[in-house]
């Protein structure tokens, strides 16, 4: 079956970096649309980053020039590159993957909180 596993998160300062990992299996991960997003209690989950097959790249606007996504198909491994922290960014992180536009699988989610 389909796997996702994210890890990575943790408590960080303000202004400090994380870099997110999410492992897949079960899945033709080159094949996939890989992203990431996040959630805090109360509110839906909404979209941080995606990278296509060929790469290509979309942020949301909030995180634009603070994170990266990037992908690793050889490990089939989605990574996210978080910089310049901010409390705002608190929130339980989500990997998804989307193999055709109707499926979608997601992992069990990694908290990131910040907070001084």
């Known amino acids: 079956q389909v796997q996702l596993v994210e890890s990575g998160g943790g408590l960080v300062q303000p202004g400090g970096s994380l870099r997110l990992s999410c492992a897949g299996s079960g899945i033709i991960f080159r094949r996939c649309e890989m992203g990431w997003y996040r959630q805090v209690p109360g509110k839906q989950r909404e979209l941080v980053a995606t990278?296509?097959?060929?790469?290509?790249?979309n942020y949301d606007d909030s995180v634009k020039g603070r994170v990266t996504i990037s992908r690793d198909n050889a490990k089939n491994t989605v990574y996210l590159q978080m910089n310049g922290l901010k409390p705002e960014d608190t929130a339980v992180y989500y990997c998804n993957a989307r193999p055709t536009q109707a499926d979608s699988y997601w992992g069990q989610g990694t908290q990131v909180t910040i907070s001084s």
């Open positions: 990278i296509t097959r060929s790469s290509i790249t």
